[in-house]
């Protein structure tokens, strides 16, 4: 079998060749993995699956009985609809809360940059400063780059507090769309406003209607979507760097046998990206060698491990389950967290290698890990130094006790909004007539997570294969992006595994039909595209031929991000069931009544050929509503010219 191939028979943990072998190893030498731990909390509980437990105030815990025939109200009187809205909002508040609080963090330190107060930090893309300080407003002419960096951290600084009426980046929002949600009242004014005020409502004996409680949902996840998230990826941008192209490579096999081994795990790429530099440090290096190794290897994990791929091409080790796994290769001298998606039982498997947990934010400890306190006003120094104790337990690796199981696959990212158009040209045209003309039928975002309730990345890529290969465009994010990549179908190459329309675009682009996107909070480019087609046609965005969907979620900030997705106008898909099924009127809103207010909703199918048709169909029927014709596949095939491949620019990372 070779490295890229995955294996989905039934009854599996994980369709990966690498993790199945780690799997194998924990099992052998009795480490508790996330799977163990999973097994040990079966059967779970019935009422908080469905949402029916609340626990809200010192009156309960209470739960409602769901075959009717035990309490239908809490102590206070809370009925199903309420306690299931209220956990729904609260747990949308805290997914949303979280990408927030990550652009906030990358905000300061942007405004310290500008103040120049930080170490290893500066502006990389100068126009895109420029071009972003124009949208917001922000006077540019004859003026220094701090000066307009400056400013423009004070104009989104504000969009985190009460003085706005709505979000500085909505003006990217279709017009249409801003008047329907000006009418339904979920402009989102501000960030923290919205989070705090969902707290708010969502206490004993406040907001009592499930339906204001819902539509204030879907307003603290668009101060996400729109807010938050799109301040961490702009500015991350602007700091680090706005992807393009690259190849990188994933899974287990980018670990290496006879270097210094360094996993950057969580979401921020504040650290991380200085880490990465750090690495090349002429004395660390030197002092690697003096212990016996040949180099320092910097490889990522989850959300930030996709933030250094996208931008310096730094391969990665896997998605959220792999954490555990990749420590139990013996390999790692170093795993370094920062925060969010990041288990607690990391420190204990670390515990049987000489792995050191190092955790750098002040908001994310973990007993047993080392912490070292992450300050910017001296990055390059928190980042060398972090560097230098992973060198240092080099000595300490039991090289008999190092298995890294598979070669590595090769794949591509770097796909931000900028170079997505860029390779089209500068203009949204080419992909609006690829769509118009059938060619492309539409484009679906598969996002998200793995969830140990499901086969490790089984979903993401069947549901992607079944999508590409129906000329179906896929853009994906966060841990769905690395389960694509692992399976090889984001190589330029891969087009061969698309449709016939989609296969010439993509062969003519020199692209995969699977676009990386980015982090978990980069999918704010997702919206920013969907918007900047939308108006490019004049229309509004649920009107295109766009879904989402979610197959592995397990986070809070996914439900965030479905509820903003879904808020702006694309259905989405979940493939994990939500708790809201303790009640109907709630399902019935999410799965139904909101495609008359924002024009999409929610579907939960965790079958991944179900979810295919069913995405199939949607977007059928939006062509269909734009007039756009149904072309059968075969004709397309006879259609479409021979294209030789070209060339994307990309860099060998
Ligand atoms: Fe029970 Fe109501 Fe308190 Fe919730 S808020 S724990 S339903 S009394
Ligand atoms: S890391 S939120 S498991 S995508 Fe962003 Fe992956 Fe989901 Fe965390």
């Known amino acids: 079998m070779s490295a890229n191939q995955y294996s989905a028979q039934p009854g599996r943990l994980t369709v990966n060749p690498d993790a199945q072998a780690m799997i194998d190893v924990a099992r052998k030498e009795g480490i508790e993995t996330v799977w163990d731990r999973l097994a040990a909390q079966q059967p779970q509980c019935g009422y908080c699956a469905l949402g029916l437990s609340c626990r809200n105030c010192a009156m309960g815990p209470c739960r409602i009985d769901p075959f009717g025939e035990g309490p239908q109200k809490g102590v206070c009187g809370a009925d199903a609809d309420v306690i299931v809205a209220r956990n729904l ?54 003026r220094s780059t701090d000066e307009v960096a400056s400013d423009l951290a004070d104009v989104l600084l504000d969009d985190y507090g009460s003085r706005r009426e709505s979000l500085s980046f909505l003006h990217r929002v279709p017009e249409v769309r801003k008047a329907k949600w000006a009418e339904l009242g979920i402009t989102p004014r501000g960030i923290d406003r919205e989070n705090v005020e969902m707290m708010h409502r969502t206490h004993m004996g406040v ?48 670990l290496s046998r006879d270097q210094v081994n360094i996993a950057m795990h969580g979401h921020n790429p504040l650290l991380s990206d200085v880490i990465v530099d750090a690495a090349q440090d002429p004395e660390l290096l030197e002092l690697a060698k003096s212990y016996g190794a040949t180099g320092i290897n910097v490889v990522g994990l989850c959300c930030t491990g996709n933030e250094i791929l996208m931008r310096k091409g730094v391969p990665i080790a896997g998605n959220h389950l792999m954490q555990e796994l990749v420590l139990i290769t013996g390999a790692l001298e170093a795993m370094v967290v920062d925060y969010q998606c990041i288990m607690p039982s990391v420190v204990d498997v670390a515990k049987c290698y000489h792995t050191k947990v190092i955790s750098t934010s002040d908001k994310a400890k973990f007993p047993g890990a080392t912490h070292v306190s992450f300050d910017p006003s001296r990055g390059a120094e928190v980042a060398r130094e972090i560097v230098r104790m992973a060198v240092e337990a080099y000595p300490d690796r039991n090289q008999e006790r190092v298995r890294i199981p598979v070669e590595p696959v090769r794949m591509m990212g770097g796909f931000s909004v900028e170079a997505i158009l860029g390779a089209l040209g500068g203009t949204p ?7 118009v003309a059938g060619t492309i039928r539409g484009a679906v975002a598969v ?40 399976a090889g179908q984001m190589l330029p190459e891969s087009a061969a595994l698309a449709g016939p329309g989609l296969r010439s675009v993509c062969e003519a682009l020199g692209i995969p039909p699977v676009l990386h996107m980015g982090s978990c909070v980069d999918n704010s480019r997702v919206i920013a595209l969907a918007a900047a087609l939308a108006g490019y046609l004049d229309v509004d965005i649920d009107q295109l031929p766009l879904a989402g969907a979610a197959p592995e979620w397990y986070s809070e900030k996914a439900v965030a991000i479905g509820a903003y997705v879904v808020a702006s106008g694309i259905t989405t898909v979940l493939g ?28 939960v199918e965790p079958d ?20 756009l014709p149904f072309v059968p596949v075969d004709e397309i095939r006879e259609a479409v010219p021979q294209v030789t491949v070209g060339g994307a620019a990309t860099a060998e990372g």
Not at 118 to 130: A, H, I, P
Request: net charge negative; with cysteine.
């Open 608 to 627: 991944p050929d179900k979810a295919a048709l069913l995405i199939r169909r949607h977007i059928e029927a939006k062509r269909e509503a734009l007039g």
């Open 207 to 254: 907001d009592n209607d499930y339906v204001n409680l819902l539509l204030h949902g879907l307003r603290t996840s668009l101060s996400d979507g729109w807010g938050g998230s799109m301040i961490a990826t702009e500015l991350s941008d602007i700091m680090f760097g706005t992807p393009k192209p690259v190849m990188s490579q994933v899974n287990l096999g980018v």
């Open 447 to 486: 996002v998200g997570c793995n969830n140990p309730k499901l086969p490790q990345d089984l979903e993401h890529i069947e549901l992607t294969r079944q999508l590409i290969e129906n000329d179906i465009l896929v853009l994906v994010t966060g841990c769905a992006a690395v389960a694509n990549g692992k």
């Open 89 to 142: 909002g609260r747990t949308i508040a805290a997914g949303s809360s979280s990408h927030s609080d990550h652009g906030r963090d990358i905000l300061e330190v942007f405004a310290a940059m500008a103040r120049g107060e930080t170490s290893g930090y500066q502006v990389t893309d100068e126009d895109k400063l420029r071009r972003v300080a124009v949208e917001l407003g922000v006077a540019t002419e004859d």
């Open 576 to 603: 994990v069931q939500p708790p809201i099924f303790g009640s109907p009127h709630v399902v019935q809103l999410l799965a139904d009544g909101l495609d008359g207010v924002v024009g999409a909703k929610f579907a």
């Open 429 to 435: 045209k080419p992909l609006v007539d690829a769509i």
